[in-house]
C-alpha cells in the first residue's frame, strides 16, 4: 500500500469518525441543554467526579490489550482473542474494585451522596469491557464508518433515558441511569457490527509480549488522564460539585467542536501512523501533513469560542449558567495548545512509548501544583494555569519529540504557518465584532460571530495557504498529490 492509499484510507477513516463523533456531540449537547432547563449545576457536579473515576477505570482497565490489538501486525485472530479475555476478566475485576472504593473516593470529593452513584455506575465496566475487543478490531481496519453506529446508539439511548427521568423528577440519577442505558446499546452494537466472535482458544505465547507493549500505553494513557482530568478533580475536591458542574459545562463546549475532532483524527492517525511505518513509508511527511490539515481546523475554532464563550453559554444553557462562561474562554485557549500536541501519535505508532511516558510524567509534575495552587482562587485560575502549563509543556513535547523521530522544527512550523496567520486575521474580525455587538442579543451575537469568523477564516486561509485546498482536493477526489 503506497502512502498515497494510506492517505486516503486515512482521511475516509478519519472523516467517517468525525461524523459519527460530532452527530454524537451534538446529540449530547442537545440533550445538555435540554438537561440544563432542569437539573442544577450540583446534579451534573454529582455524576461529574464518578464518572472521572470511571475514566480512570477504563483507561487502565484493560491494561493496553486494547491498544496491542490495534498495533500487532500479525496473527489478528489470536491477538484479538487474547484482548478479549483479557478486557473480561479485568471488567469484573474493576466492578469489584470500584464497589469497594465508592465511599473513599465520594469521601475524597466530600459528598457522601456519591458513594450509591459510583456504585450503580460500577456495572459499566464489565458492559463496555465486553466489547473493548470489537472496537479495537473496527478501529485496526479503519472501518469508521461500522463503528459510528455503536458509538451513535450510545449518545442517542443515553440522552434519550437521560431526559426521560430528569423530567420525571429522578434528578442526577437520571444522568445515571441514562449512562448505563447507553453504554449497554454501544456493546450490543459493536458485536452487531464487528463479525469478529471470542472462540475457547487461549493462544498462550500472546499474552506476554501483548501486555508488555500495552504496559507502557496504559502508563501513558494514565498519566494523560491524569493530566487531562487533573483540573476537574481539583475542582471538584477543593471548589465543590456546584463550582464542578459549572466547570464541567464549560468543557462540553470544546469537547462537542474541538476535541471531537482532535480525538476523531488521533483515532486514525494512530493506525495510520502503524501502517505507514511497518511498510517503510515516508512517517516525516505524513505527521506534517497531517499537522498542517489538523491545525488549520483546530486553531481557528478554538479562538472562536474563546471570543464567543459568553454568548454560546447563554445561548444553549441559559442564564444561570453564564458563571461558565469566563471558564469556557479559558478553556478553549487550553484546547487549542492540545491541538498542536498530535506528534504523540507517531511515537506510539513506532513503538516509542517509554519516551511518551517520561514526556507526560514531565507536563503532569509541573501542572499539578500549578492547578492545586490556582483552586485557591476559582474555577477560572484553575482553567488559566492548565493553559499556561499545557503551552509550555506541548512547546518541549514537540522540541523534544521532533528530535526523536528526526523532524526539523522548522518543518513543524511551516506545517503550522497558515493556520496562524489566517486565525490571526479572524481574531482581529471577532474582536472587533464583539465590541460593536455587546448591546445586541446574545443569539445574534452567536449567529453574527459564527458567520463572519467562517467567511474571513476560509478567506485568509486561502490568501495565506492555497496549497492546502490543492492537498484536500487531491486526497478527498484521488486526485495526482502535488508539491504545494
Known sequence: MTDSDVGRKTFRAAAWAFVSATGKRMLTLAGITLLARVLAPRDFGLIGFAMVYLTFVEVIGDF?????????????????????????????????????????????FHEPDGTAVIRALSVTTIIKFLGNAHDALAQKDLRFRARSIPEMALTGIKAIVAL???????????????????????????????????????????????????????????????????????VGRFLGVTALGLYQMAERIPQSTVMVLLWTTSQALFPAFSKVHADKGDLRNAFLLATRFLSAVTLPASIGLAFLARPIVLVFFGARWAGAAPILSILAIYVGFRGADEVTNVLKATGRTSALVWLIVLKTVILAPSVVIAARFSASAVALALAIVYGIGTVVTTVIAAHLIDVSLLSIAAAYRGSVGASAIMSVVLFGWMHWSSSLGSLTQLAGGLTFGVVTYVAALRLVDPGIFVRLRGIVFRKPLVAT
Open 64 to 108: 493496553g490489550a486494547a491498544s496491542a490489538l490495534v498495533y500487532w501486525p500479525d496473527r489478528r485472530d489470536d491477538a484479538a482473542q487474547v484482548t478479549f479475555i483479557i478486557s473480561v476478566l479485568a471488567g469484573i475485576f474493576w466492578c469489584v474494585v470500584s464497589l469497594i472504593l465508592a465511599p473513599y473516593v465520594a469521601q475524597f
Open 164 to 234: 426521560a427521568l430528569a423530567y420525571l423528577g429522578f434528578g442526577a440519577w437520571s444522568l445515571v441511569w441514562g449512562h448505563v442505558a447507553g453504554i449497554t446499546a454501544a456493546t450490543v452494537l459493536l458485536w452487531v457490527v464487528v463479525p469478529w466472535r471470542p472462540t475457547l482458544s487461549v493462544p498462550r505465547d500472546l499474552f506476554r509480549p501483548m501486555l508488555q507493549y500495552g504496559r507502557n500505553i496504559v502508563a501513558v494513557e494514565l498519566l494523560s488522564a491524569m493530566m487531562f482530568d487533573l483540573d476537574v478533580v481539583v
